[in-house]
């Protein structure tokens, strides 16, 4: 009965690899949302569609691409990994008010 | 950007104690909400403010919503061990920035039994 879930829970890959997160939400929320958690676990919004459209896009590097196949779904395609991606990534979702709900994230290390 | 100062950084108390933590912005938000985050977990939604002026409880924690629309607050009555973790502020502005939150730093919560 898991809210909003996100795979993998840990992972770790080499600079220059390409890796994807994915996100599910069984909520039945239009909205979903990619944040970054850095180390000092300052929390920053990155993307958010709406309905499968892009609504919110923070200044992010074009080598993160978000991908909505459907409205329960929120992946992010990382291109080329560097060191300093390394952070927690949270799916989070809504539904027609500001109440975010976060999946339990991913935690990247990129070596 | 907007942003949002969250005090204190970490705080250290004893068991029973209550516990009082707030955030102020430069600017005026339409939405204060406040999370708490476990050790290796994602933020989980305490309360939710949507009101100047509202006061809010969800069991022993009340917060409130500024008169200003520039602050909040978060209050937790008589702690226990469980409270541990870290609290984190955040604002809506409402309007263009659609489903955009704005977080605080973060108070990082220590309880001693």
């Known amino acids: 009965d898991t809210a909003v879930s996100q795979t993998p829970k840990y992972l770790v890959t080499q600079m220059g690899n390409d890796k994807s997160i994915k996100c599910e939400q069984n909520?039945?929320?239009?909205?979903m949302y990619w944040y970054k958690q850095d180390s000092k676990k300052f929390l920053k919004i990155m993307f958010s569609?709406?309905?499968?459209?892009?609504?919110i896009n923070e200044t992010v590097p074009n080598r993160f691409s978000p991908k909505s196949p459907d409205k329960a779904h929120l992946n992010l395609h990382i291109n080329s990994l560097e060191l300093g991606d390394s952070a927690v990534y949270f799916c989070?979702?809504?539904?027609?008010?500001?109440?975010?709900?976060f999946g339990p994230g991913t935690r990247l290390t990129v070596t | 950007g907007q942003q949002l100062n969250q005090s204190p950084q970490s705080m250290f108390i004893q068991e029973g104690e209550d516990v009082s933590m707030n955030c102020t912005s430069s600017?005026?938000?339409?939405?204060w909400l406040w999370y708490k985050q476990d050790p290796g977990e994602g933020p989980v939604l305490l309360i939710a403010?949507?009101?100047?002026?509202e006061l809010t409880s969800n069991g022993r924690l009340t917060a409130q919503f500024g008169i200003t629309r520039k602050d909040s607050f978060l209050n937790i009555s008589a702690s226990i061990p469980s409270d541990v973790g870290i609290y984190f502020c955040?604002?809506?502005?409402?309007?263009?920035?659609?489903?955009?939150?704005?977080f605080g730093q973060g108070t990082i919560l220590t309880v001693h039994p």
């Open positions: 989070a979702s809504s539904q027609d008010t500001d109440e975010q709900y």
């Open positions: 909520l039945g929320h239009d909205t």
């Open positions: 569609y709406n309905n499968k459209e892009l609504i």
């Open positions: 600017s005026i938000f339409n939405t």
């Open positions: 403010l949507y009101k100047a002026g």
């Open positions: 955040a604002g809506h502005a409402g309007g263009t920035s659609y489903g955009k939150l704005t």
